[in-house]
């Protein structure tokens, strides 16, 4: 008896316990990345700093799944493959890790924190109908952005400023494409192995565009914190919590799993007034509050599926 009750207990926490502490990983170590980014971006070329923690990262996945002897992909997997590595690490994370450069981590970990608005636009624009609750949240969410630049408009003076802001919004763009795209295509191929694949093919992209424009630099000029910095990225963000990312996604409800997307701001904005001292005003506290509980109104549209405007 007292060993069924044992293992039933066990079962229950496998189930329920392991899933719970991936998804608290995930909120809080994905809110850390952007600090990292910050202060890796601050001593070397930004799009260095993202081909170099992929191209480490995306060899670790594959020579895992390589020594396992995992099945390659086939055909049509490698057109999903390839898209994806554009979408997510070339353009998304190679944008918003060369947004922080210009602008604060806090400030881009909001603005990361934007893609299910272009998830509801985009499928606007291509006929599907909103739900009201959708366009209330897209509202609250837009209200709260304008309050968070209240503090910025001078800032829009700097040309620095106006493009770190402007390739991070790009960067939620084509990450929104991609999950909608990944939606569409959602394949049956190990994700993980996937992942490694996209982050290997989008490093030797990100590598030759250095190259052909010049911008990088000798790895042996590069700094040892900005080398701290990509071993965080690559260690943290890059392999233990998109796997704990992955598994919290497989084993819970949508609508849980989604919390992280409203603590990644918030711990960033906390760790970048402390660390490095980025200004933590009312207007980006209050208008934080409002983008990230218009955004839980877009998300719990999004889930519950309403056509009825």
């Known amino acids: 008896m007292r060993t069924k009750i044992k293992n039933a207990f066990s ?3 496998n189930a329920i316990g392991l899933p719970i502490l991936a998804l608290c990983w995930v909120s809080f170590f994905w809110g850390t990345t ?4 910050k202060e890796g971006v601050k001593h070397m070329p930004a799009i260095q700093l993202a081909a170099i ?6 060899f670790l996945y594959i020579s895992f799944f390589m020594f396992k002897k995992t099945p390659w992909p086939k055909g049509k997997q490698w057109k999903t493959i390839i898209i994806l590595s554009i979408l997510n690490f070339v353009l998304s994370n190679g944008l918003s890790t060369w947004g922080v450069k210009y602008i604060s981590s806090g400030l881009g970990a909001i603005i990361g924190a934007l893609v299910p608005l272009w998830v509801v636009i985009i499928s606007f624009f291509r006929g599907e109908r909103l739900a009201r609750l959708a366009v209330i949240g897209l509202i609250v ?3 709260g952005v304008c309050v968070i630049f209240y503090d910025h ?5 700097l040309p620095d400023f106006r493009f770190g802001i402007f390739i991070s919004i790009i960067s ?3 990450w929104a494409f991609g999950t909608l795209y990944t939606k569409k295509k959602a394949a049956s191929f190990n994700p993980y192995f996937s992942l490694g694949l996209q ?3 989008s490093s030797i992209l990100l590598f030759a565009i250095t190259g052909a424009t010049g911008t990088s630099v000798s790895l042996s000029s590069i700094p040892m914190i900005s080398w701290l910095s990509i071993t965080y990225l690559i260690i943290i963000g890059s392999i233990l919590t998109f ?6 996604l497989q084993n819970l409800p949508a609508e849980i799993n989604s919390i992280y997307a409203y603590i990644n701001p918030i711990v960033a904005v906390i760790l970048g007034t402390i660390i490095f001292g980025e200004s933590l005003t009312t207007a980006i506290a209050i208008g934080g509050t409002v983008t990230l509980t218009g955004l839980y109104m877009v998300n719990y549209s999004l889930r519950k599926g309403r056509k009825i405007l």
Do not use: E, N, P, V
């Not at 923690?53 to 995306?58: H, L």
């Not at 408009?153 to 003076?157: E, M």
């Open 11 to 13: 079962s229950k926490i």
């Open 34 to 37: 952007w600090i990292a980014s």
């Open 53 to 58: 923690r992929q191209f480490i990262a995306g």
């Open 141 to 143: 969410s837009f209200g």
């Open 153 to 157: 408009l001078s800032d829009f003076l």
């Open 172 to 174: 939620t763009l084509t």
């Open 199 to 201: 982050m290997f093919l």
């Open 243 to 248: 796997i704990a990312f992955i598994y919290a």
